[in-house]
């Protein structure tokens, strides 16, 4: 994990969230549909504001929480939405390696949303690929 609670690129085979990726608005604003969509499945609901100073710390404020009463009280819970959520086996090595306990929500949290973001990503850029299918192989991931 970088100091962002990142996965390291050269530890994973998927597409690589960049910094600017987490304040592009639209792509955060799919990113949020996603995760809404994503945890609904599990019955929490999720209410966002406006009054958070980046895109990326509205989503993890608002995450945390749920994420930590996972923790806290449905283990099982949380599996299953890191399944759904198709987090990777080896990010989730990583945290459960790495995390203190004390940061483990935020963790968690930080991969859920990168994950979130990367399913955006590739999923815009085999849409582009199907309008534009003579475009430039990898470009915009």
């Avoid at 390291?8 to 910094?19: A, H, M, W």
């Avoid at 994503?38 to 990326?56: G, N, W």
């Avoid at 608002?62 to 990010?91: E, F, K, R, T």
Wanted: with cysteine; aromatic share 8%.
């Amino acid at each position: 994990m970088n100091e962002k609670g990142m996965i390291p690129p050269e530890k994973s085979f998927l597409p690589v969230v960049q910094e600017v990726h987490f304040q592009d608005q639209a792509l955060i604003l799919e990113t949020t549909e996603q995760i809404k969509k994503d945890f609904a499945l599990f019955e929490i609901q999720l209410c966002f504001t406006e009054e958070q100073a980046s895109p990326y710390d509205a989503l993890s404020e608002v995450l945390v929480p749920h994420i930590q009463a996972l923790i806290d009280s449905n283990m099982g819970g949380l599996y299953a939405l890191l399944y759904q959520i198709d987090i990777p086996d080896h990010w989730w090595k990583m945290i459960r390696e790495n995390a203190k306990e004390s940061t483990l929500a935020n963790t968690i949290t930080d991969a859920v949303i990168q994950r979130e973001l990367l399913k955006v990503i590739t999923r815009n850029h085999f849409r582009q690929q199907r309008i534009n299918p003579g475009g430039s192989g990898t470009a915009g991931l």
